[in-house]
């Protein structure tokens, strides 16, 4: 079992900047990958980011390119994601995952945090 607890979520005016932390409750953590979901209301919950076991292969959603970097503590059983140039479309609830394979998709998804909302006022 797994359990994941993130913080850094909150309010933010558009053009800024969060950076979300997910910390995990095993030491086995490196043998997860990692990934970033959102989901804004009446939407479905989707990918933002993903990284692998080493932290060297990284997956970003078309809409975070260029914006958002997700990174990981193997040291300290803790991944990241570094939000930069929010805007409203980025307000959602943002979970943290933990995959014994790659994540691109929730069905890659074995472990789930609570989620952390994430408000861009405009």
């Known amino acids: 079992q797994v359990q994941l607890v993130e913080s850094g979520g909150g309010l933010v005016q558009a053009g800024g900047s969060l950076r979300l932390s997910c910390a995990a409750s095993r030491r086995t953590f490196v043998g997860y990958s990692l990934g970033w979901f959102r989901q804004a209301p009446g939407k479905e919950r989707e990918l933002v980011a993903s990284?692998?076991?080493?932290?060297?292969?990284?997956h970003y959603a078309d809409s975070a390119k260029g914006r958002f970097t997700i990174s990981r503590d193997n040291a300290k059983n803790t991944v990241y994601l570094q939000m930069n140039s929010l805007n409203a479309e980025d307000t959602a609830v943002y979970y943290c995952?933990?995959?014994?394979?790659?994540?691109?998709?929730?069905?890659?998804?074995?472990?789930w945090g609570q989620g952390t909302q994430v408000t861009v006022s405009s």
């Open positions: 995952a933990a995959g014994l394979r790659g994540i691109t998709r929730s069905q890659d998804v074995d472990y």
């Open positions: 990284i692998g076991r080493s932290g060297i292969i990284t």
